[in-house]
C-alpha cells in the first residue's frame, strides 16, 4: 500500500516562512518524480512545484518561483517544500503527489499517488 503523508503545515504571519515535508511508503521512492499540489477553498488543485527523481532538476509554478524550494532526500524517502515570504493567497491545503513519468508535470493527472494533505494558513 502506497502512502504519502504530509506534515509541516500551520497559521504563520504574512512574511514568515513553513516547511513541508512528505513522508513515502510503499513504493520505490527513487523512481518517482514529486509534486506538490494545493487548494483554496472554492477553487480547483492546482500546480506548485515538482522535482525529478533524482532531485536534479526543479520546476515552479510562477506564483512561487523565488520563494518556495521542493527538495527531496531519497535516503530517508521525503520530499520538502521550503515555503518562504508566505503571503495571504498562498492560504490553500498543500497535497504531495508521486509520478512514475520521467519528467514530472504540472498536470493532476500526470501523478499516480496522493496525500491527504496539510493546511497552511497565512494570516495578514
Known amino acids: 500500500q502506497v502512502l504519502l503523508v504530509e506534515s509541516g503545515g500551520g497559521l504563520v504571519q504574512a512574511g514568515g516562512s513553513l516547511r513541508l515535508s512528505c513522508a513515502a511508503s510503499?513504493?520505490?521512492?527513487?523512481?518517482?518524480?514529486m509534486g506538490w499540489f494545493r487548494q483554496a477553498p472554492g477553487k480547483e488543485r492546482v500546480f506548485v512545484a515538482a522535482i525529478t527523481r533524482s532531485g536534479s532538476s526543479t520546476y515552479y509554478a510562477d506564483s512561487v518561483k523565488g520563494r518556495f524550494t521542493i527538495s527531496r532526500d531519497n535516503a530517508k524517502n521525503t520530499v520538502y517544500l521550503q515555503m518562504n515570504s508566505l503571503k495571504p493567497e498562498d492560504t490553500a491545503v498543500y497535497y504531495c503527489a508521486a509520478s512514475r513519468l520521467v519528467m514530472p508535470i504540472s498536470t493532476r493527472g500526470g501523478y499516480d499517488y496522493w496525500g491527504q494533505g496539510t493546511q497552511v494558513t497565512v494570516s495578514s
Open positions: 510503499g513504493l520505490t521512492f527513487g523512481s518517482y518524480a
